[in-house]
């Protein structure tokens, strides 16, 4: 029997950027140990005020992240008979039940139910990925398929390398489906047609296909990876955290919901956004700079350039009455 991956995530303190080393063995397999230990990341950069965005990169020279560890579900699978829809969805309830719950492995771990609440986990991990104010940038130094493509899905940006790399969802060769969120992140990146017909058939992307339809942001060559992921980290880690952290949930959560509850998401974030306390402070500098010049700090000539290089308004076109002078 295939022994399991003892998979590892060696984390690169760089100040306000973390770089995560995603290490799945030989093979580079998505397994139970690197789905705890990502859990524990993103709390750790969610709560942490001074890490403001977290860079994933693969270890193995061509894979970001192959797909999950095959055996990490099948062992579980093999222990019961078939179960259909209505059964797989109650296992499901019940995993989410107890999914907060510790000390469970010794009891479950034998059972299906351990794998279904292993899955429940790493859902709700990339949920607290979407709803965090840290930036998430998966930098796919080469391939991921299945539960890798997945975790791409879950960041918020992702920079692909360019070459003989592929980036999908093969699960119905395996006669399974995507069971990480692939049927329901792919397509609101992709839209709904190219997902179903990307899911439905196996075939996966190109780093140039990637791109063109948005299942990728940037596709740069190999050497260039890291560096354009760590860019574009430093560039929107620039903003205020608890602003990103609205800004995501509204997207999110408020942008797959119904219009009129999507609304309401986005008017509770901004009201408690507009309300806080940096909201106050920016606002009013805002409002001073604008007196003071005598106009829109916004609309003077290369303040907004400015101003999206260093995050904030703050100070924004202060200096710009003493200049025209």
């Known amino acids: ?13 760089r100040g306000a950027v973390l770089i995560a080393r995603i290490d799945g063995g030989p093979l580079g397999l998505f397994g139970n140990d690197i789905a705890e230990q990502l859990d524990v990341l993103v709390d750790r950069a969610d709560r942490d005020p001074a ?15 192959s797909h999950a560890e095959v055996r990490w579900l099948q062992e579980g699978g093999a222990t019961v008979p078939s179960v259909g829809v209505r059964g797989a969805s109650a296992l499901a309830h019940t995993a989410r039940g107890v999914n907060r719950a510790g000390g469970l492995k010794a009891a479950l771990g034998k059972t299906p139910l351990w794998p279904a609440v292993q899955l429940e986990r790493v859902h709700q991990t990339f949920l607290k990925m979407n709803r965090s104010g840290v930036i998430f940038i998966a930098a796919l130094n080469g391939s991921a398929l299945g539960l890798g493509a997945e975790f791409c899905w879950a960041n918020d940006l992702r920079v692909m390398a360019d070459g003989d790399h592929v980036l999908g969802q093969p699960e119905v060769l395996l006669g399974i489906m995507p069971g990480g969120g692939g049927s329901q992140r792919l397509p609101r990146l992709a ?7 990307a899911i439905l058939s196996g075939e996966p992307f190109t780093p140039a296909k990637a791109l063109e339809i948005g299942a990728v942001d940037d596709v740069v060559a190999p050497d260039q990876v890291l560096d354009r992921a760590i860019e574009l980290a430093e560039h929107l880690g620039a903003r205020p955290k608890a602003s990103r952290a609205a800004i995501k949930r509204s997207v999110y959560f408020g942008g797959s919901a119904g219009l009129e509850e999507g609304l309401h ?23 001073a700079n604008t007196d003071a010049a005598g106009e829109l700090p916004l609309y003077q000539p290369g303040v907004f350039d400015e101003v999206l290089r260093a995050g904030t308004t703050r100070g924004a076109g202060a200096s710009r009455k003493e200049d025209r002078r």
């Open 1 to 13: 029997m295939t022994e399991e991956v003892r998979g590892n995530l060696a984390i690169e303190d």
């Open 191 to 197: 839209g709904n047609h190219q997902a179903l017909i």
């Open 51 to 65: 890490v403001q965005a977290v860079v994933f990169t693969g270890t193995h020279p061509d894979r970001f992240v």
């Open 265 to 287: 998401i986005e008017r509770s974030e901004f009201l408690a956004t507009a309300l806080s306390d940096l909201g106050q402070e920016l606002m009013l500098d805002y409002m």
